[in-house]
């Protein structure tokens, strides 16, 4: 007997039962596919055990997703967790990763789901509530030409944020990937853009800080954060 789970904010429908979940999704395939291609390259998912068209189902992992609440005293051993996991995808190599999410696949598709009326409007970030999705596109438009020149390619998750990340209570190790429809080739700040705004947020995880977000990214060896793509890639995800 499945029951549905009610947190999460992706949209799709999660039912659970004894040790699996199913995932109903139009992405069901490209889920079960980027996650057994990261299975394969050595990195913690849960197994898929069944997929359709229309949903995927997969082991239950048991663990704490990084929003989950955790003690104050854990907060910066998850933190560093979470920016080892980050470390250890955008060092796959690349050019054997079958997935593209880079600016030249991504922007068509932004550009569609604004036509469509498939943003949503109501979720926007601050700095860009009340926007209409026509100057979405133009701020996109107006920013892609320079993205496109500084483009980097990595492997990255792709929406990878506090919930799609679980970890070991005891270790505060990550033991699972989650949500991973979005992977695939693109500029690393696709993946640090998001983890720090979800660091960040009060809105979303109140228990974390900026000095968390600002962990996070001196973890990651960035001696110079680009700000530039850290906004252009929160654009980019008010698409998605």
């Not at 080892?84 to 550009?111: K, M, N």
């Not at 693109?186 to 900026?210: C, E, F, I, K």
């Not at 990214?217 to 793509?229: A, G, I, P, Q, S």
């Amino acid at each position: 007997m499945w029951t549905r789970v009610e947190t999460g904010r992706s949209g799709d429908e999660v039912f659970r039962r004894d040790g699996e979940y199913r995932k109903v999704s139009p992405t069901a395939r490209l889920e079960a596919a980027t996650l057994e291609w990261l299975a394969s390259q050595g990195l913690p998912v849960p197994e898929v055990i069944d997929v359709t068209d229309s949903w995927v189902v997969t082991r239950e992992v048991v663990g704490r997703t990084a929003a989950e609440p955790w003690p104050r005293g854990a907060h910066q051993r998850v933190v560093d967790a979470l920016a080892d996991i980050a470390i250890a995808l955008h060092h796959l190599p690349v050019e054997g990763c079958p997935f593209d999410r880079s600016l030249a696949t991504v922007s068509p598709l932004a550009r569609e789901r604004a036509d469509t009326g498939l943003v949503d409007l109501d979720d926007l970030d601050e700095e860009r509530r009340g926007w209409s999705a026509a100057q979405l596109v133009a701020e996109l438009d107006r920013a892609l030409p320079e993205m496109i020149d500084r483009e980097r390619l990595v492997v990255t998750h792709g929406d990878l944020c506090l919930p799609n990340v679980i970890l070991d209570p005891d270790t505060v190790s990550v033991i699972a990937l989650v949500d991973t429809a979005r992977l695939g080739r693109a500029d690393r700040y696709a993946d640090v853009a998001l983890m720090h705004r979800s660091l960040t947020s009060n809105d979303l995880n109140p228990q974390y800080s900026g000095q968390t977000g600002e962990r996070f990214l001196h973890r990651l060896e960035h001696d110079e954060v680009d700000d530039d793509k850290l906004a252009f890639y929160r654009l980019i995800d008010e698409f998605f």
